[in-house]
């Protein structure tokens, strides 16, 4: 039995809470690792795990195995992590989930000249707007878009600042009129973010304060930024964008900002990773290469 390997395998196991994930992460086999893990059982001489058909947990002795097993594979992780850094080496796997607009418009142009800087590093990027779990999931950074983020015990680094713009297109606001104040929003068609913070209002900053608009039934409900910007693009209705995609369609023509008076909040880019002691110098490198290339990207005068 290969000691470290089981030991790796029992603590994915667990992390993912069941042999079939871990099995599809580390990319062995179900029966592969449950082999594993009754070997490691035998050499304790103690039950890790209580398995059923249809759950499995921690007994006693595998919930104190557990935390000393990850402490001691972080320490391994941590020395091989100093001595490849001090060897000028950033290598392995980095898994990175991001926002699917966020990923096509941002990140994709930045990502050749980043690979290039680490040609022993391996990027598995996964695009998906919905928030996942990162440890779970097996990510070991996720980059989101967010005006606030829930408690956590992951880490969390401030990236950059997206300004949110509402728009429309010269087409509709030909059609339809300019509004000229929040209020007036209501009789406008709306275009809605489902996955926005208050899908059903905008907040809005303007001279007088924060207001509050209620916003009337969407006549459209999309998931997809990009999404919303082309219906924008077509005229149908106003929506909030976000200063990435809304700047280059407002200095194409193609849409127009309206109450620019009236600011709508920003929102932030987050690195979140897992709290380690050490961390990896592949997710130290990744997330200060963003640190330095993201807000130049951001900014926005339009």
């Known amino acids: 039995?290969?000691?470290?390997?089981?030991?790796?395998a029992f603590r994915r196991v667990v992390e993912l809470g069941g042999f079939a994930r871990a099995a599809e992460d580390l990319g062995a086999s179900a029966a592969g690792l449950s082999k594993q893990i009754r070997q490691l059982e035998e050499h304790l001489g103690a039950v890790l795990l209580q398995r059923t058909t249809r759950r499995m947990?921690?007994?006693d002795a595998g919930q104190a195995y557990f935390a000393e097993c990850s402490r001691l594979l972080d320490e391994m992780d941590r020395v091989e992590h100093a001595l490849r850094a001090q060897a000028g080496q950033v290598e392995?796997?980095?898994r990175v989930n991001a926002p699917t607009?966020?990923?096509?418009?941002?990140?994709?142009?930045?990502?050749?000249d980043f690979l290039a800087r680490h040609p022993r590093l391996k990027l598995d990027l996964a695009l998906d707007d919905r928030v996942l779990d990162v440890i779970g999931t097996g990510f070991d950074v996720s980059l989101r878009v967010r005006s606030t983020l829930e408690d956590s015990s992951l880490i969390a680094r401030r990236l950059g600042t997206i300004q949110q713009m509402l728009c429309a297109s010269p087409d509709y606001l030909q059609r339809r009129g300019v509004?000229?104040?929040?209020?007036e929003l209501l009789q406008h068609d709306v275009l809605a973010y489902a996955l926005a913070d208050t899908p059903d209002s905008w907040q809005l900053q303007g001279p007088e304060g924060m207001t509050r608009v209620a916003l009337p039934p969407a006549r459209t409900v999309v998931n997809n930024s990009l999404m919303l910007r082309d219906l924008l693009c077509v005229g149908l209705g106003i929506g909030a964008l976000p200063s990435f995609l809304a700047a280059p369609a407002i200095a194409s023509?193609?849409?127009?900002r309206i109450l620019p008076a009236c600011g709508y909040p920003p929102r932030q880019v987050y690195a979140i990773y897992p709290t380690t002691r050490h961390l990896p110098p592949k997710v130290q490198v990744f997330v200060d290469f963003l640190a330095q290339a993201l807000p130049p990207l951001l900014e926005t005068d339009s």
């Open 1 to 8: 039995m290969d000691q470290l390997n089981a030991m790796r």
């Open 57 to 59: 947990s921690l007994t």
């Open 92 to 94: 392995g796997r980095l």
């Open 101 to 112: 607009s966020f990923g096509l418009a941002v990140l994709s142009p930045l990502l050749g």
């Open 179 to 183: 509004p000229g104040t929040p209020s």
């Open 253 to 256: 023509g193609r849409l127009r």
